[in-house]
């Protein structure tokens, strides 16, 4: 707010709400209905998700736009081609995906589907031929891209719906995180109650110079006052670590920061960057003379750092999947021979 809007009460102008930060609100305590009774919940949810929410929808809006999944599509369109080494690779991503086929089969008039597919994006250094000076040789270093491991799990009727879909999973992404550290907490709260239980009642034991099974055939510790002290040694640290947790009337409240924190680190826990990469025909990637230029087209891939144990990073591409070059279900047994 300007110096003049302080001093004449002026209101400050503030940015317009996103009118989906009150679905994804609702749709995050859904996942947990119990921190609704901590204190100001959702204006502090709501507070934390816009910037998460909005930074999510500039990285989906990045995105490129959807390609024609089909054979056809594999010799006219460079980024199509780069994904998959041989057009007969389509029919075989396209048939293994339960989704689409779920998609059309609950969606009998449905001439098409959008999908999202996640690939593994590798770069292999290699030896290749290419024209040195005026001799051809066949030992120059070169680096070849290729995608694996293609998985086609969210479809849906348009792109902008897709998009939409992927920016409320990314959303959910980030509350799994957040609920995941609350979940730890939560936790070593009730490790450390149930150990301090255990050592009071090992104190006690002490304490009452033997009084237990110990006491009866002379094995008992209270004669030691080396482990009376450790016992209450270990009782108080215990004890600390407890009172550091906070009271258990302030455990929401605190579960909902950590939620918020969580929201709070989207930049860190939601990465995608972009790759550029020059590539021929062959997924040569052009460089120092290396590679096709003239059959070679400039490419932009996105990359995204999914969150877990360890994290992944998978290329990631929007696809328009027409109902007519939908091959059939993949059977396993059909392919039973092979397997075995």
Same mark, same amino acid.
């Given at each position: 707010?300007?110096?003049? @809007? ?7 102008? $503030?940015?317009?709400? +996103? ?37 999510? @929808? ?18 006219? +369109? ?30 009998? &008039? ?28 066949? !030992? ?8 694996? !491991? ?9 792109? +902008? ?46 304490? $009452?110079?033997?009084?237990?099974? /110990?006491?009866?055939? &002379?094995?008992?510790?209270?004669? !030691? ?13 215990n004890e600390q670590r407890l009172k550091a947790l ?44 290396? /590679? ?49």
């Amino acid at each position: 707010m300007s110096l003049f @809007g302080r001093l004449f009460g002026a209101k400050e102008d $503030r940015a317009p709400e +996103d009118p989906r930060l009150r679905h994804v609100v609702a749709r995050v305590l859904e996942m947990h209905s119990r921190l609704r009774l901590a204190p100001r919940c959702e204006a502090r949810l709501a507070t934390a998700m816009a910037p998460a929410l909005a930074h999510i @929808g500039e990285l989906v809006a990045g995105a490129p736009r959807a390609h024609q999944a089909n054979t056809a599509a594999w010799s006219t +369109d460079p980024y199509v081609r780069a994904y998959f080494a041989a057009p007969d690779d389509i029919n075989q991503v396209l048939a293994r995906s339960g989704a689409l086929h779920d998609y059309f089969d609950a969606n009998p &008039g449905a001439s098409s589907a959008y999908a999202v597919m996640g690939m593994t994006m590798n770069e292999r250094n290699t030896l290749g031929v290419a024209l040195v000076g005026e001799q051809t040789r066949s !030992d120059v270093p070169q680096t070849t891209l290729g995608f694996s !491991d293609h998985n086609i799990r969210l479809c849906g009727a348009d792109e +902008d719906g897709l998009r939409e879909e992927v920016t409320q999973r990314m959303m959910d992404q980030l509350a799994i995180e957040g609920l995941a550290k609350v979940a730890a907490k939560t936790s070593l709260r009730e490790d450390l109650e149930q150990e301090r239980a255990l050592l009071a009642t090992r104190l006690r034991l002490l304490e $009452r110079q033997g009084a237990g099974l /110990g006491g009866m055939v &002379g094995t008992d510790a209270s004669s !030691d006052p080396g482990e009376m002290a450790r016992v209450r040694a270990e009782a108080e640290e215990n004890e600390q670590r407890l009172k550091a947790l906070g009271p258990r009337s302030e455990v929401l409240s605190r579960q909902l920061d950590t939620l918020c924190e969580a929201f709070a680190s989207a930049g860190e826990l939601l990465q995608v960057s972009t790759l550029q990469r020059r590539v021929d025909r062959m997924n040569v990637v052009v460089q120092h003379g290396v /590679g096709d230029e003239a059959e070679s087209h400039m490419l932009q891939f996105r990359v995204a750092r999914v969150p877990g144990n360890p994290p992944q990073k998978r290329a990631l591409a929007i696809l328009r999947v027409a109902r007519a070059d939908m091959p059939r279900a993949v059977n396993l047994l059909d392919n039973a021979d092979r397997l075995l």
